[in-house]
Structures are given as C-alpha cells and as structure tokens.
C-alpha cells in the first residue's frame, strides 16, 4: 500500500482543510449533520445529489472536524480548497520522495490520500504544467 511522505502536511494543513469545509456547501452541511445526534432534513436536502447519496449510505465519517468517505476498504480525507489540493500534489508528485511521477502514477498516489470533486482533473493540470516532466516528455515523447 502506498501513502505519501507527511512531512510537510504538518497540524497547520490540517486545521486549513476543516476551516476550507465553511467554504463549501456540500462539507459544511455534511459536518452539522455528521456532528448531529438529530439529524436535519433540511442539510440533507441541500447536499448535492452525489453527496447526499453517500451521506444516505453512511459513507462519511467526521474524525477531528476532517471528513472522511468510506468506499470499499479505504478511508480518504475530503479536501476541497484548490489550494490544500495544491499541496497534496506537490507532496505526491514534486517531493524527492516521489520523484515526479508520472500523470498515472500521481493520481494512484493522491488517491490514497484525499478526495473531493475534480480532484482527477486537478492532478491531471498539474502534471500539465510541471516544466520537469514536459521537458522530459518533449525529449522523449513518452510519459514519465
């Protein structure tokens, strides 16, 4: 099982990404609800359908004010500020750990760390514009 380097993903990240959560409709809602004894109609009528399917499937868990969604056998942190994304990716793909994986093998990384919507298409501009791995790319013509 892969995982990446938490090095720089320090209590500062992760107090960012429960504060990033009041900036979204869909996480701020699931947390009232997931911290909730009495759950409120009205929150879940205001999810979005994906999220509110998964919520009615019991699907989420709130640990330290972090949502976590369960599929199958992994439990991943929700993280949806582009920024904190950012970071993740960096960590996944420019850290002398990972040593610029390519698009493929960047995503199979993050995806054992986090989720939230677009993620893929996040990863994928971010290898986009990674000059190291265009560079290789143009040289070579293939993929890292």
């Known amino acids: 099982m892969e995982g990446i380097s938490v090095t720089d993903l320090n209590t500062t990240f992760f107090e960012e990404v429960r504060n990033s959560y009041t900036k979204d409709n869909n996480c701020s809602n699931l947390c009232q609800l997931l911290n909730k004894d009495n759950k409120d109609n009205s929150l879940i009528h205001a999810l979005d359908e994906v999220w509110k399917k ?55 990384k993050v995806k054992t760390c986090i989720c939230g919507p677009m993620w893929q298409k996040d990863v994928a501009e971010y290898c986009d514009t990674c000059d190291r791995c265009q560079k290789a790319n143009k040289s070579t013509g293939e993929r890292l």
């Open 54 to 108: 998964s919520y009615n499937e019991g699907r989420f868990h709130l640990l330290d004010g972090i949502i976590y969604p369960r599929t199958k056998n992994t439990c991943v942190m929700t993280v949806v500020d582009r920024s904190l994304i950012n970071i993740v990716l960096k960590e996944c793909h420019d850290s002398p750990f990972s040593g610029n994986l390519s698009e493929d093998r960047t995503r199979e």
